[in-house]
């Protein structure tokens, strides 16, 4: 499976967007790029995935670029309740498992 | 609220116990999943069913036995833990099939060996 790179924290101030940046240069065209998060205590929540095309859902928007080789998720209007560890994981069309990196820990601050 | 349950959300076992974690979904996922997740690390993928068959088992020791009952159920049977085995257990569920089947997680068990 193609690793990601993604920086180990960020802030972002409530209102504000939260740009979320994640490089995956192996990946192959089968391959899908997906994104978790994972609030405290919490199991890890589904935001959104995309293979080509850029995608946007009722929690964020999924930005890949044209030879797909990174991707930024973007929360149009960060609160304090997205403060979370990110995860941008890239997974074969024929896997099952989600290989988890380290991820991004984002902090909203007021 | 996740969609998918898991009981209980605590546990404190000793080593000689014999305990089960319980996950169920009601979303017709045919593909089931045990993850483990260590303080401050990300989590790691232990079993996977499918149709209610064992199609993953990623090297976890015996003392984890997973099952399937049936396509809504899935426990992890565990027995003569150690104190290295502490940690979140998560379960996920998904639809079978390609890579474009998102996983959805409950909020895990979260196990203390004494």
């Known amino acids: 499976d193609a690793k990601t790179t993604q920086p180990p924290s960020m802030d972002c101030a409530e209102g504000r967007a939260a740009n979320l940046p994640c490089n995956h240069s192996?990946?192959?065209?089968?391959?899908?790029v997906y994104w978790y998060r994972q609030i405290h205590s919490q199991g890890p929540q589904y935001i959104i995935h995309g293979l080509k095309n850029n995608e946007t859902n009722e929690m964020a928007s999924l930005i890949i670029t044209e030879d797909r080789k990174s991707s930024t998720l973007i929360l149009p209007h960060a609160t304090l309740r997205d403060t979370a560890v990110y995860y941008c994981?890239?997974?074969?069309?024929?896997?099952?498992?989600?290989?988890f990196g380290k991820g991004t820990s984002l902090l909203v601050t007021p | 609220d996740t969609e998918v349950t898991q009981t209980p959300k605590h546990l404190v076992m000793g080593m000689t116990n014999k305990k089960s974690l319980k996950c169920e979904q009601h979303?017709?996922?045919?593909?089931m999943y045990w993850y483990k997740q260590k303080a401050k690390k990300p989590p790691e993928l232990m079993f996977v069913y499918s149709y209610e068959k064992l199609s993953i088992n990623e090297s976890v020791p015996s003392r984890f036995s997973p099952e399937c009952p049936n396509s809504s159920l899935l426990n992890l049977h565990l027995h003569a833990l150690q104190p290295e085995d502490s940690a979140l257990y998560l379960c996920?569920?998904?639809?079978?099939?390609?890579?474009?089947?998102?996983?959805?997680f409950g909020d895990g068990t979260r196990l203390s060996i004494l």
């Open positions: 994981i890239v997974r074969p069309n024929s896997g099952y498992a989600l290989n």
């Open positions: 979303m017709g996922h045919r593909a």
């Open positions: 192996t990946i192959s065209g089968n391959e899908y």
């Open positions: 996920a569920s998904s639809q079978v099939g390609q890579g474009n089947r998102p996983q959805h």
